[in-house]
């Protein structure tokens, strides 16, 4: 999947959508999620062009994966949902039903969220 530069996510980057924000680095941006499938449901994305974990892994600087992944540990830990527990979670491609070609992860919590995947 190419990076589209006109996806949602690039747009709230670039400050042309709003976002409910959570929290914003150099590194990342997490906002609530607009369809929250859980109580809480924020996204963290990079800052950069980057469609999945492994293009992200594989082309971005140490500092901004290292940064990024602080923010996903930070935000949760803001939203109080450490020791309640909490789910995160990064589709990627058609299979994992990934809509938006911008790396995010999802994290869910504020109920128990049962168990991941059904067996078919």
Known sequence: MAYDNDNIFAKIL???????????DEFALAFHDINP???????VIPKGKYVSMADFTAEAPDALIVGFM???????????????????????????????????????????????????
């Open 14 to 24: 670039r400050g042309e959508i709003p976002c409910n924000k959570v929290y914003e």
């Open 37 to 43: 499938q859980a109580p809480t449901h924020v996204l």
């Open 70 to 120: 602080r923010a996903v540990g930070l935000v949760a830990a803001m939203l109080e949902l450490e020791t309640p527990g909490y789910r995160v979670l990064a589709n990627a491609g058609e299979d994992a039903h990934q809509e938006v070609p911008h790396l995010h992860i999802h994290i869910f919590g504020g109920k128990k969220l049962g168990p991941m995947l059904t067996h078919s």
